[in-house]
């Protein structure tokens, strides 16, 4: 399960936001599922989080899993990883949009 919704994530920026909102919307289903100590479960996480490319989407993730009832178990430290590689493209393409802006007139 995780591996094609990494896929999904990985596709376009559209599909990095459709993997997000399919795991916010189906978390419950997904934790009975997984659970929360397994290597699925840890896959998925990181997975489902890290096909995003804003700073107020990592905010969003961050947000998510401090609310109630939603648990990172063992995802915890590849929901760190995402979250590090969202803010820094997040960071990368606000730097260089003007400067690709001007090379591609």
Known sequence: MAWPLGSLCASSDEGGRATWNYFKQNYNRLHA?????????????GLC???LRTAAEAQEVEDFFKGPGHVAGTGFRRLEQALEVVRTQAARIERDREALSKFFQ
Do not use: H
């Open 49 to 51: 989080s890290r096909g």
């Open 33 to 45: 599922k997984l659970g929360s100590g397994g290597f699925l479960w840890r896959d998925t996480v």
